[in-house]
């Protein structure tokens, strides 16, 4: 059977996590699908794919094997692009992926504009808290926010961000201002489980450093849940800066424990390295950057 067939049906397989979906995609009946998957793993010899009745995973050699097959399929699509004068034409599917929050106030706004500057791009944008595995999970670009562990992924710099305590004036007003991170433990906490993984918050300034063992009264993994709590008066919360730019600039929201502020934190654009960038992926690079670091900047670091 045609090996570059094969690497398409492997790879259709892992971006539609089906063998019926893949199949369907590429035009193919699924018992051909599934012939040409053996046919894959009896070649080289190893598992590429692990098959449960609920969910298919890659193993790791399925994982170096993907990476190196989508390489080698953008060659020969560009290949093919150039033979019919084609090349280097933004074209095609885009996936991006960004954290839930940022998805909603930062990169869906961009991602909207790149739309309509190139018709012949469709876009699909996934909102995760989580660290999405690209080669993996088909997706193309993604907006990361923290320190990046070393990868092969590329990466460039859009700016920063800081995780900051916030309540209301009310709140304040009633409950105190804390003026040290162990006041923390006389207030209503609003855990948001999305940047407040560990109750043991970690503190230092240019006089001390410690910890506190926080005890949300009220804890949600959704960021908005946790801001509408907090603008409500309930407590106090963590947030990243750009997710209450808008209430700082109002006053609904005002920030506390400034000087025990943990380092900025920086954002990054990143997709998977390859000698090859397909032209959607550098149109989307080229048109995002300026935009999406300015918008970093009117709701991060601008605030302070």
């Known amino acids: 059977m045609d090996r ?24 193919m ?15 080289l010899g190893v598992q590429l794919l692990t098959r449960s009745t609920r969910q298919l995973s890659l193993t790791d050699a399925g994982i170096r094997f993907l990476e190196a097959s989508r390489r080698l399929l953008l060659e020969i699509e560009d290949a093919e692009k150039q033979a019919v004068g084609e090349v280097g034409v933004a074209q095609g599917h885009l996936t991006i992926s960004a954290s839930v929050t940022f998805s909603r106030m930062i990169a869906a706004p961009v991602a909207r504009a790149f739309i309509a500057a190139h ?11 989580r660290v999405a595995n690209l080669v993996e999970e088909g997706i193309d670009v993604a907006i990361r926010i923290g320190k990046l562990p070393d990868s092969n992924l590329m990466a460039k710099r859009l700016g920063e961000v800081r995780r900051m305590f916030v309540a209301s004036p009310d709140y304040l007003q009633r409950r105190g201002l804390p003026v040290e991170p162990a006041d923390l433990k006389l207030h209503s906490i609003i855990g948001f489980t ?12 240019d006089k001390t450093r410690g910890h506190v063992l926080l005890h949300p009264r009220f804890e949600v993994n959704d960021a908005s849940t946790a801001l509408a709590a907090a603008v409500a008066g309930e407590g106090i919360t963590m947030a990243l800066s750009y997710m209450v730019a808008d209430q700082l600039r109002t006053g609904e929201l005002v920030p506390v424990l400034l000087e025990f502020l943990p380092p900025p934190e ?8 390859s000698k090859l960038i397909a032209p959607k992926v550098r149109t989307f690079l080229d048109f995002s950057f300026d935009r999406l670091k300015t918008s970093i900047e009117k709701t991060g670091l601008a605030i302070f």
């Open 4 to 27: 570059i067939l094969q690497m398409e049906v492997f790879a259709a397989i892992n971006d539609s996590r089906s063998f019926v979906q893949a199949a369907h995609r590429l035009r």
């Open 29 to 43: 009946s699924p018992p051909a699908v599934t012939r040409a998957m053996n046919a894959l793993e009896e070649r």
């Open 119 to 129: 018709p012949k791009i469709t876009v699909s944008l996934i909102s995760l808290d």
């Open 194 to 205: 999305g940047i407040m993984v560990s109750h043991d918050w970690h503190y230092k300034s």
């Open 266 to 273: 920086p954002v990054h654009l990143v997709y998977p390295q």
